[in-house]
């Protein structure tokens, strides 16, 4: 039997344009090694190459997201209220928004320290957010080791950034194109999650982390 890309678990294949009567060793991604002449006993997986990981398909994925959206969406929503609760009111009653901006910037701060806690602790000591745990997912690194610290904090610096900029700054144009960017990055990870061989989206090839089943 012959495989150019073998749609098959980890394991010694004969890959196309090899030597006849030789296999090379597939991780269930690509071909690694060099190709070995067959024969009995079975040939051992070449030395530092471990199965490939089971990787999260796309549908699961977005479905984690969504789930936390919820969850920072909701405790959002509290922090808004709290601080900016009574504008809004009166913004219904007279038609008129005057809210002051440091109760908007700091509205703005803290919603985003709380998506940087709750990514960077979730994933640093659990292995993954509420919405991944609910579906069985966790994140790892390349290697299939627990993420630190500092790589749940990598992992979802850029989006925090961007939406700490965002409450920032006061300009129309400023404002448009950051909020152009966020939508970008995440379309682009979107993509990435039905393109990228191993479903990594910007996040995770900045963090280089992967996301998995359990």
Do not use: C
Not at 37 to 55: S, T
Not at 90 to 104: I, K, L, Q
């Amino acid at each position: 039997m012959s495989y150019s890309t073998p749609s098959q678990p980890a394991g010694w294949y004969h890959a196309q344009g090899d030597p006849p009567d030789t296999k090379r060793y597939w991780d269930g991604q690509a071909w690694q090694g060099e190709p070995q002449v067959m024969g009995a006993p079975p040939i051992p997986p070449p030395p530092g190459y471990a199965p490939a990981p089971n990787l999260a398909d796309a549908g699961a994925r977005i479905g984690a997201r969504v789930i936390d959206w919820i969850v920072i969406g909701i405790i959002n929503v509290v922090i808004t209220l709290v601080l900016i609760g009574d504008a809004i009111s009166a913004a219904f009653s007279t038609g008129v928004v005057d809210t002051p901006y440091w109760r908007t910037l700091l509205a703005g701060i803290l919603g985003t320290l709380v998506l940087a806690l709750y990514e960077t602790l979730m994933v640093a000591y659990r292995g993954a957010t509420l919405g991944k745990m609910a579906l069985s997912l966790k994140i790892v690194n390349e290697d299939s080791s627990a993420v630190s610290l500092e790589t749940a904090a990598l992992r979802i610096a850029p989006y925090a950034a961007l939406n700490l900029l965002g409450a920032i700054v006061t300009s129309s144009v400023l404002s448009g194109l950051i909020q152009t960017a966020t939508f970008l990055f995440g379309l682009a990870g979107l993509i990435m999650l039905f393109t990228n061989a191993r479903k990594q989206t910007p996040w995770d090839i900045i963090a280089k982390t992967l996301v998995v089943r359990r």
